[in-house]
């Protein structure tokens, strides 16, 4: 399987949900690489190599994953500016989208912009809960 995975979640606003993006990607690597998986190990992208980098070389960097990943996993609980964007240029590149959020956990709610794009096809919208990841998982991937 050579299949690569674009991981997408909120990272500044979203720190504090770095541990479930961290166990996600855990269960991606069950389908594929993940590109990003770098990413979330670092409080801050720009120190995502361990060395001060621009906002330049990062998107730089992102748009290159985007352009060579098959799918695009995204968890769009905390609201981003930077999630909405690759969603958008995903969506443009004809990727296919999981879009994974957590309706139970949080008084937030989704996107219309998100949840009206679902399409039973190349763009799914999950409401979860994270024992129910590897079940939305498998579906999903199942289906390519």
Aim: glycine fraction near 6%; proline fraction near 2%; aromatic fraction near 10%.
């Amino acid at each position: 399987m050579n299949r690569k995975i674009y991981f997408c979640g909120s990272i500044r606003a979203g720190c504090q949900d770095r541990e479930l993006y961290l166990r996600i990607i855990e269960k991606l690597h069950t389908y594929g690489q993940v590109l990003t998986e770098n990413v979330f190990h670092y409080e801050d992208p720009l120190l995502e190599t361990g060395k001060v980098r621009s906002s330049e070389e990062i998107h730089e960097n992102y748009v290159t994953w985007l352009e060579e990943c098959n799918v695009v996993v995204a968890e769009v609980t905390q609201p981003s500016l930077g999630v909405g964007y690759e969603i958008g240029r995903a969506v443009n590149m004809n990727k296919k989208i999981l879009c994974l959020f957590r309706s139970a956990d949080t008084d937030k709610h989704l996107s219309c912009m998100i949840q009206g794009a679902h399409n039973d096809s190349t763009f799914i919208v999950k409401h979860y809960k994270e024992e129910e990841v590897p079940a939305i998982l498998k579906e999903f991937f199942d289906k390519l």
